[in-house]
């Protein structure tokens, strides 16, 4: 890891995330859902329940989990029409709900989830740095609340969760690795990266592009340290948000 004592524009150390905050029950009329703080990033996350599988896995006894993904025309500095008015869902927005997708199926054993589909919903409405990364951890915690209740009121006997999911991006800045970079840090980058890591077999994706310049193996291992290091603390956090009786 480069050494020199780089200050980023946060003043945060190379290894300090930014603060996170959870709120569980955000939604009146959800299934199930969330508000997710990253620093000045928020996501609302919700996970509701849908008795009809994809046609193809009709009869297969599995079940299945979709995400959708979506941005507040007012979320960023500059207003984004709705993708609705457009007529189309942009690349960007596709790529990320489909990795949401993945994200959290890998928690799931679908034959215990039997012929249900859970769609998991994130809606940014404040867009500075991570929003893909803030969805998963943030919809680990929706999926997980509505398991609770499909299990309370019977509709599954077995919790279908085998392994719990977070999130969390790192960089390469001004030589340095770091974790959890915000927008500024994000546009200056010279590499941007997305750890998505389970608690039980560690990395389940990882993407990782140099914007200007290449990157070594040994960068990107310390980035994977930073972000597995970190993944702990948003375990800790997700576990008290599920277990708060409030």
């Known amino acids: 890891m480069n050494n020199k004592l780089i200050k980023r524009p946060s003043e945060r150390n190379h ?3 930014r603060i996170v905050n959870i709120k569980k029950n955000y939604i009146k009329n959800a299934d199930a859902s969330c508000l997710i703080n990253v620093g000045e990033t928020s996501v609302i ?10 046609i193809w896995l009709k009869g297969s006894g599995k079940g299945w989990l979709t995400a959708e993904y979506g941005m507040l025309p007012a979320s960023t500095d500059t207003r984004n029409d709705r993708e609705a008015t457009r007529g189309k869902q942009s690349g960007r927005t596709q790529e990320i709900q489909r990795l949401i997708g993945r994200s959290l199926r890998a928690a799931l054993d679908l034959k215990k989830l039997k012929e249900l589909q859970i769609k998991i919903d994130c809606d940014v409405i404040n867009a500075d740095g ?4 803030a969805s998963i951890t943030g919809g680990w915690i929706a999926l997980s609340l509505l398991i609770q209740i499909l299990l309370k009121k019977k509709i599954l006997k077995e919790n279908p969760i085998v392994d719990q999911i977070s999130a969390i991006s790192c960089g390469i800045y001004k030589g340095m690795e770091v974790i959890d970079l ?3 840090e994000d546009s200056e980058a010279e590499t941007d990266a997305n750890f998505i890591i ?11 592009t140099a914007e200007k310049g290449n990157f070594s193996k040994e960068q ?4 994977i340290d930073l972000a597995i290091n970190e993944s702990t603390v948003l375990f800790e ?3 008290s948000v599920i277990n708060d009786e409030k």
């Open 237 to 239: 956090l997700q576990n």
């Open 45 to 54: 996350c919700t996970a509701s329940l849908d008795k009809r599988v994809p």
């Open 220 to 223: 990107l291992n310390n980035m």
């Open 198 to 208: 389970s608690k039980s077999s560690s990395l389940i994706e990882v993407q990782a």
């Open 15 to 17: 290894n300090q995330s």
């Open 130 to 133: 991570g929003t893909r990364t």
């Open 182 to 184: 915000d927008y500024i």
